[in-house]
């Protein structure tokens, strides 16, 4: 399981680290001085959940409709300084490849699910769940499932308490389940004792994880969702290596991997698409296929002028048990 967690199934949900090409990352700007984002504290969100948070609200501020995911719940949880928008990853001049990933991934694990529950499948399950909102921003889909948001013990406390004081709440269908990745990878079991039933399906959403994580560690991750009920969806995403990356995605990709060096979170894993499908089949998957992530741009944002475009070097591996 990732030694760290934030947003992706924005997720990240694991910790992203993307931003504009040739930007160097700067360190967050601290939000509300009472509700201060500090990626040195435990007890706080990781400073990549809520870049991710910003971006998503960004997409609905900054872009024109229509909007591919409408989320300014995430804005209000982070609570950001009035100045938020000031920030160079917050630059909306670029091309926007970076928030376009972040909005277009997360509508894509969304429809999953939705798609999933109508076929019974009624449990979604969001690991590194960071300031996802899906439960607070779409109660009618929400709640004809069960959600469980699986993060570090110290976010998860921050962002009950935020749901708390916003009067939004956790509703008997979300569920709150604290792990400590790195002393603690039975996150199966503290599911389990968290109301998941182990005998049926679910949807598993792991964005922006795989990067952090050994091949090792990878494989075991795929194992463990393997080994739930058959008809269990995995979406995670992955990197492919540099050079199998676009030229023209090469430079963003480079400063990507810097700036999460600088920020101490190196990117220690990438697989050519062929590969990970080959490791989830190892692991027990039953079926497996490749999503391309920038070919999404057709299903979500086809027909717009402006065609965001989300960057060439992050991929899909959506595999069903």
């Given at each position: 399981?990732?030694?760290?967690?934030?947003?992706?199934?924005?997720?990240?949900?694991?910790?992203?680290?993307?931003?504009?090409?040739?930007?160097?990352?700067?360190?967050?700007?601290?939000?509300?001085?009472?509700?201060?984002?500090?990626?040195?504290?435990?007890?706080?969100?990781?400073?990549?959940?809520?870049?991710?948070?910003?971006?998503?609200?960004?997409?609905?501020?900054?872009?024109?409709?229509?909007?591919?995911?409408?989320?300014?719940?995430?804005?209000?949880?982070?609570?950001?300084?009035?100045?938020?928008?000031?920030?160079?990853?917050?630059?909306?001049?670029?091309?926007?490849?970076?928030?376009?990933?972040?909005?277009?991934?997360?509508?894509?694990?969304?429809?999953?699910?939705?798609?999933?529950?109508?076929?019974?499948?009624?449990?979604?399950?969001?690991?590194?769940?960071?300031?996802?909102?899906?439960?607070?921003?779409?109660?009618?889909?929400?709640?004809?499932?069960?959600?469980?948001?699986?993060?570090?013990?110290?976010?998860?406390?921050?962002?009950?308490?935020?749901?708390?004081?916003?009067?939004?709440?956790?509703?008997?269908?979300?569920?709150?389940?604290?792990?400590?990745?790195?002393?603690?990878?039975?996150?199966?079991?503290?599911?389990?004792?968290?109301?998941?039933?182990?005998?049926?399906?679910?949807?598993?959403?792991?964005?922006?994880?795989?990067?952090?994580?050994?091949?090792?560690?990878?494989?075991?991750?795929?194992?463990?969702?393997?080994?739930?009920?058959?008809?269990?969806?995995?979406?995670?995403?992955?990197?492919?290596?540099?050079?199998?990356?676009?030229?023209?995605?090469?430079?963003?990709?480079?400063?990507?991997?810097?700036?999460?060096?600088?920020?101490?979170?190196?990117?220690i894993s990438s697989f050519a698409p062929r590969d990970m499908l080959a490791l989830a089949r190892e692991a027990g998957f039953r079926a497996v296929?490749?999503?391309?992530?920038?070919?999404?741009?057709?299903?979500?944002?086809?027909?717009?002028?402006?065609?965001?475009?989300?960057?060439?070097?992050?991929?899909?591996?959506?595999?069903?048990?």
């Amino acid at each position: 399981m990732p030694d760290r967690a934030a947003e992706g199934a924005d997720g990240a949900k694991g910790p992203e680290r993307p931003q504009e090409p040739g930007r160097p990352q700067e360190p967050e700007k601290p939000v509300n001085p009472e509700k201060p984002a500090n990626p040195e504290n435990p007890e706080e969100p990781e400073s990549s959940a809520v870049r991710v948070a910003l971006w998503r609200a960004l997409h609905v501020q900054a872009d024109p409709p229509p909007h591919v995911l409408v989320d300014e719940v995430g804005l209000r949880l982070a609570a950001p300084d009035a100045g938020w928008r000031s920030r160079p990853d917050m630059d909306v001049t670029g091309p926007g490849s970076s928030r376009a990933s972040i909005v277009v991934r997360a509508r894509f694990v969304e429809d999953l699910v939705v798609a999933e529950a109508g076929r019974g499948v009624g449990q979604y399950v969001i690991l590194g769940a960071g300031l996802d909102t899906f439960a607070q921003r779409r109660p009618e889909a929400a709640a004809g499932v069960r959600v469980f948001e699986v993060d570090q013990p110290g976010p998860q406390a921050w962002k009950r308490r935020r749901l708390e004081e916003l009067g939004l709440g956790v509703p008997e269908w979300l569920r709150l389940v604290p792990v400590d990745f790195e002393a603690d990878g039975s996150w199966p079991e503290r599911l389990a004792a968290a109301g998941f039933d182990t005998a049926r399906p679910a949807v598993v959403a792991a964005t922006g994880v795989s990067m952090y994580l050994t091949r090792e560690a990878n494989a075991d991750l795929l194992r463990r969702v393997a080994a739930l009920a058959p008809g269990t969806t995995l979406a995670m995403t992955f990197l492919p290596p540099l050079e199998l990356v676009g030229s023209g995605a090469r430079a963003e990709r480079r400063a990507t991997e810097s700036a999460a060096r600088s920020s101490g979170t190196p990117f220690i894993s990438s697989f050519a698409p062929r590969d990970m499908l080959a490791l989830a089949r190892e692991a027990g998957f039953r079926a497996v296929r490749h999503v391309p992530l920038s070919g999404l741009a057709d299903r979500y944002f086809g027909g717009r002028q402006d065609r965001p475009q989300p960057p060439g070097w992050e991929e899909l591996l959506v595999a069903t048990v």
